[in-house]
């Protein structure tokens, strides 16, 4: 007995300890993010000031007075929401039909949305950048950035999505039909009700896909559409995460999506409680 007592004592204090230190290697990088933004670009690629030296909000500044940073922000926030809208738009009732009327190419269908994911963007920049600039005068407009960022993550939603509407009993929207509920109906009433958590998780991580994504926020835009994406890149240096003015434009990008995982997970900790409880 005091064998399996001791055991279970060290394994209280082992498992969370080994949890600790695995987070912590994983934060280390961000705190190491942070932690440079308060440097000058000269203490910052100095060794002699790795940990100490002065701290500044010179970065931050300089960030927001010379580089318009607000303005590459609200370009962020306004593609990253309606982008994420749309794909959860068209990928509700699409993952809505699949997993609950499927057909013989179903699972064809679902493989090769996969299978898109799998074309090197490169290989499409050229005419898409064609076809935007010169024909169909897009080129650098919400619209188009809005468009891509939702056709590059749509696959995603969608098997997201059809995974959590496969958990739901096939017996309850059957129910919905024998009551004379229409499509739009069970959709609205019986499904998302029943897969809210499934759907705002996958909104959330959609969100922060067509937040970071750099790629084709960078090669699609100049100014006027331009991301956090496109600011970051324009302040790159050999140095890397040890510039400080990089540092603090990245710290400032992560900042939004930090807070918004944060408050998202409150809501869905507090959401799934109350319906515990209720």
Partial sequence: MATITQNSRLSNVLWPTVAWLIALIFFFPIFWLVFTSFKTDQ???????????TPT??????MTQNYDYWKFATNSVITSTFATLFALIV?????????????????????????????PAAAVLYPMTFLTKNMLGIYDTHFLVILVLCLVNLPIVIWMLFTY??????????????????????IKDILIPLAWGGITSTALLTFIFCWNEAYWTVRLTTFNASTLSTLIEGNRAPEGLFFGRLSAVS?????PIVVLGWFCQK????????????
């Fill in 57 to 62: 909000l010179e970065n931050y500044t300089n």
């Fill in 43 to 53: 203490d910052a690629v100095n060794p002699e000031f790795l940990f100490r030296f």
């Fill in 251 to 255: 710290t400032a990008a992560i900042a």
């Fill in 267 to 278: 809501q869905l900790v507090a959401g799934l409680t109350f319906g515990a409880v209720k």
């Fill in 91 to 119: 990928g509700v009732p699409a993952a809505y039909a699949m997993a609950f009327n499927p057909s013989r190419h179903t699972k064809d269908i679902l493989m090769w949305m996969l299978s898109t994911k799998m074309l």
């Fill in 165 to 186: 509407f496969k958990e739901i009993p096939k017996e309850i929207i059957e129910a919905g039909k024998m009551d004379g509920v229409s499509t739009w109906g069970e």
